[in-house]
């Protein structure tokens, strides 16, 4: 069974970093775009990275852009999430992404994705 497991989430104070992990379970996802969304209590999932097969291929949401970086290892078959400055509003689960259909020039809201992980929850104090 395909699976994507996070790790690397928890508690951290305003204006610390965290970074999270996706390991997949299958070597045909080091051939996917891979992404990271999240959701608050309350709220809608939230776009918050992506990478594609090559790594100049990254994307950002706009709350995260200059503090987050997306990367990947395709030898281990593992998606980074590196978050910096963080910040109270960043509290949520963030969830790992396999396959995410993006074209050029396409916003996030119309990508599929083909795969999703379990969630790790991501908390900022202030």
């Known amino acids: 069974q395909v699976q994507l497991v996070e790790s690397g989430g928890g508690l951290v104070q305003a204006g610390g970093s965290l970074r999270l992990s996706c390991a997949a379970s299958e070597r045909t996802f080091s051939s996917l775009a891979m992404g990271w969304f999240r959701q608050a209590p309350g709220k809608e999932r939230e776009f918050v990275a992506a990478i594609t097969l090559t790594q100049g291929g990254t994307y950002y949401g706009d709350s995260v852009k200059g503090r987050f970086a997306i990367s990947r290892d395709n030898a281990k078959i593992t998606t980074y999430l590196q978050m910096n400055n963080l910040r109270p509003e960043d509290t949520a689960v963030y969830y790992c992404?396999?396959?995410?259909?993006?074209?050029?020039?396409?916003?996030?809201?119309?990508?599929?994705?083909?795969?999703w992980g379990q969630g790790t929850q991501v908390t900022v104090s202030s």
């Open positions: 992404a396999a396959d995410l259909s993006i074209s050029a020039g396409s916003s996030w809201q119309s990508w599929n994705v083909g795969y």
